[in-house]
């Protein structure tokens, strides 16, 4: 099924800082020290999904995953440069608040997780998915949301 015809893929690499998403900190910085071979590990626990309780058409979502997939290929992203795809009324999208490669297999983990963590719990209607985001670390950050909005 081709996508209808006034619907639009956007890509775009931007420069610069914009609110919502403060990368100052990590939600969750706890660690839980395990003993290996005599030594002390620190493993962090992965970090939590935020919400943005807004649903997104599938096809939507869908489309902008895939075209974010095409544009996320393992390229260095410097700090302050974000990269996003848009399709219909879904952004996904990486802040960049620091020097890190932008990885698309990461980026199919934090969506899936947003998936997990923002759906209503017992949801079993059509396919939909939430906006919301994953802040890995202090540097970066997937997630996603309305075309309309800032993402990072």
């Given at each position: 099924?081709?996508?209808?015809?006034?619907?639009?893929?956007?890509?775009?690499?931007?420069?610069?800082?914009?609110?919502p998403i403060d990368l100052s900190t990590t939600?969750?910085?706890?660690?839980?020290?395990?003993?290996?071979?005599?030594?002390?590990?620190?493993?962090?626990?992965?970090?939590?999904?935020?919400?943005?309780?807004?649903?997104?058409?599938?096809?939507?979502?869908?489309?902008?995953?895939?075209?974010?997939?095409?544009?996320?290929?393992?390229?260095?992203?410097?700090?302050?440069?974000?990269?996003?795809?848009?399709?219909?009324?879904?952004?996904?999208?990486?802040?960049?608040?620091?020097?890190?490669?932008?990885?698309?297999?990461?980026?199919?983990?934090?969506?899936?997780?947003?998936?997990?963590?923002?759906?209503?719990?017992?949801?079993?209607?059509?396919?939909?998915?939430?906006?919301?985001?994953?802040?890995?670390?202090?540097?970066?950050?997937?997630?996603?949301?309305?075309?309309?909005?800032?993402?990072?």
């Amino acid at each position: 099924m081709s996508p209808p015809t006034s619907q639009m893929v956007v890509i775009c690499m931007i420069t610069g800082l914009h609110a919502p998403i403060d990368l100052s900190t990590t939600q969750s910085e706890s660690r839980d020290i395990a003993i290996v071979n005599n030594r002390f590990h620190r493993s962090s626990k992965p970090p939590a999904a935020t919400c943005g309780n807004v649903a997104l058409a599938d096809l939507d979502y869908q489309t902008a995953k895939s075209t974010f997939g095409g544009i996320c290929t393992g390229q260095m992203l410097k700090k302050g440069q974000h990269l996003y795809a848009k399709y219909g009324d879904a952004m996904v999208f990486r802040c960049a608040h620091g020097n890190s490669p932008c990885s698309f297999s990461d980026a199919k983990t934090y969506l899936a997780q947003v998936d997990t963590q923002c759906l209503p719990s017992g949801y079993s209607g059509p396919p939909i998915h939430e906006t919301g985001y994953v802040k890995v670390d202090k540097g970066r950050a997937y997630g996603v949301t309305t075309a309309q909005s800032s993402a990072c």
